[in-house]
């Protein structure tokens, strides 16, 4: 069975204070007309859970102001993809392939081909706007490792 609930507040249920990012919270969930309700607790006004409390647990209050990761543009991303295709070293090539699978999720690369080279994998595609082809290595990078380099993709380009 899931459970909606929604997230972590910016206020404490009880003192009404806001709760500060960083800092530590409670927070609890609890029945209440036939719904599951979660109130969260800054650490100060944490008395324990309440008697009619269903499960509480311990957590950092999130910056709210950092909001989602920042779109990026397609148009930079292209331009910084096809400046990257001249540079020819393995981390280049691994943020390459990288921004490559964020332009083909924005649909502004499409995979025309694929090709075999011994054990290794070529992705061959090209640009919406008529742009390639482009030849990517497959590094084939579990997900978590992708996410991390789109994360600094992501730092590194909106502070340029």
């Known amino acids: 069975m899931d ?3 929604r997230p972590i507040g910016k206020t404490c249920a009880s003192s009404g204070e806001p709760l500060e990012p960083g800092s530590v919270c409670y927070s609890v969930v609890i029945e209440r007309q036939g719904q599951f309700v979660r ?3 800054s650490e100060k006004a944490w008395q324990g859970p ?8 311990q957590s950092i209050v999130p910056n709210f102001d950092k909001g989602k ?5 397609s148009e930079a991303l292209m331009q910084y993809f096809e400046q990257l295709s001249e540079e020819g070293n393995e ?3 691994k943020n390459r392939y990288v921004i490559a699978l964020m332009l083909l999720q924005k649909r502004r690369l499409i995979i025309e081909d694929s090709r075999q080279d011994g054990e290794e994998e070529f992705l061959i595609c090209s640009g919406k706007q008529g742009e390639g082809p482009f030849e990517i290595k497959n590094f084939a990078l579990p997900e978590g490792e992708v996410k991390e380099l789109q994360d600094q993709l992501r ?6």
């Open 3 to 5: 459970y909606k609930l």
């Open 39 to 41: 109130e969260d607790y």
């Open 50 to 57: 309440p008697e009619n409390a269903l499960g509480f647990w």
């Open 69 to 73: 990761p920042k779109v990026l543009d």
């Open 91 to 93: 981390a280049a090539e």
């Open 155 to 160: 730092a590194s380009l909106s502070a340029a």
